[in-house]
């Protein structure tokens, strides 16, 4: 059995999440009190009651999911439950260097928080645009994207999985690659409920502010390896990370590529800690011989910790 960790990323989050971990256990509720302090504000009560608007504010949603996700690793690892590798989806993967010890937990929630808020301030509100792309393989889909880029920016942003893949950009282009996808056979395409089109070029001047801020950072080497969103490569060193959270701000997502890179190492074993199955799904969809497991709760904990054979 060769385990990785993987930490979800933005659209994850609902109000009341990690709240069985926050109200049980001493280590998690010391997870939120760091990172009440680090951002000056009480994260646990906007996590555990919302409002669910509030908490959907990039600039809040990016520490609060980042904070849930340690807070419930915490008792795993006390129980003794490791792994080999880690990776996270976006905004996770800040979750998977802070996991391995990449950066401290003070430090990285106040960074997801300016990461958020550049972001945010990158592009104007109703501006952008992303869309899910259902059903059409990567170049058809890209084909598309540069058929639509006459009437502005997009491009494809997520490789989630084989047949999913998310395009991002300017809405009237996005809205023109929707038009053109629909046209050329897509299964479905949907457009998603978020406030900022990640993962394409609109984030440029964002992933520059943020290269100001990591360049502040006390960033360490890592005691296991990532896998990281920009290229799908293990990542270990310091040296290695800063530039590689710059690209990802403003660089497609290869998520589907990272998932094919740790079961051609072995990884047979996936958990996905914190809140959601979003990631879950994907991984049964693009390694569908992995276990996959996932912790949330309590009775997700007690599940995965029996599959394990790990004493609670």
């Not at 190492?265 to 969809?285: H, M, N």
């Amino acid at each position: 059995m060769k385990i990785a960790f993987i930490f979800p990323g933005q659209g994850s989050q609902y109000a009341g999440m990690a709240k069985e971990f926050i109200e049980n256990f001493e280590e998690s509720k010391e997870v939120f009190d760091i990172a009440s302090s680090a951002l000056g504000y009480d994260l646990a009560q906007l996590c555990l009651n919302g409002p669910i608007e509030k908490l959907n504010l990039t600039e809040n949603t990016q520490p609060a999911i980042l904070a849930s996700s340690i807070a419930i690793l915490r008792p795993l690892e006390r129980r003794g439950l490791t792994a080999s590798a880690a990776a996270g989806h976006s905004l996770g993967e800040y979750t998977a260097i802070t996991a391995a010890g990449g950066l401290k937990l003070a430090d990285a929630v106040a960074l997801v928080q300016k990461r958020g808020r550049y972001m945010q301030e990158a592009v104007p509100a109703g501006t952008g645009l992303m869309a899910a792309v259902l059903g059409m393989t990567r170049q058809d889909v890209e084909k598309t994207c540069h058929e639509a880029s006459k009437n502005g920016i997009v491009a494809a942003a997520n490789y989630n999985s084989p047949g999913q893949i998310v395009i991002a950009g300017e809405k009237p282009a996005v809205e023109k690659a929707m038009e053109l996808a629909r046209i050329a056979g897509a299964k479905r395409v949907v457009p998603l409920a978020v406030s900022v089109p990640s993962h394409c070029a609109l984030m440029y001047e964002a992933g520059k502010r943020l290269a100001a801020e990591l360049d502040k950072m006390t960033i360490n080497d890592l005691t296991m390896p990532i896998v990281n969103n920009a290229e799908a490569k293990f990542l270990r060193l310091a040296a290695e990370l800063r530039p590689s959270l710059v690209k990802q701000i403003s660089a497609p997502l290869y998520w589907e590529d990272s998932i094919n890179a740790m079961t051609a190492e072995g990884f047979d074993t996936f958990i996905e800690i914190g809140p959601g199955k979003v990631l879950s799904g994907l991984v049964k969809r693009i390694a569908r011989d992995a276990r996959v497991l996932n912790v949330e709760d309590l009775k997700s904990m007690n599940e995965t910790l029996k599959t394990l054979e790990i004493e609670n």
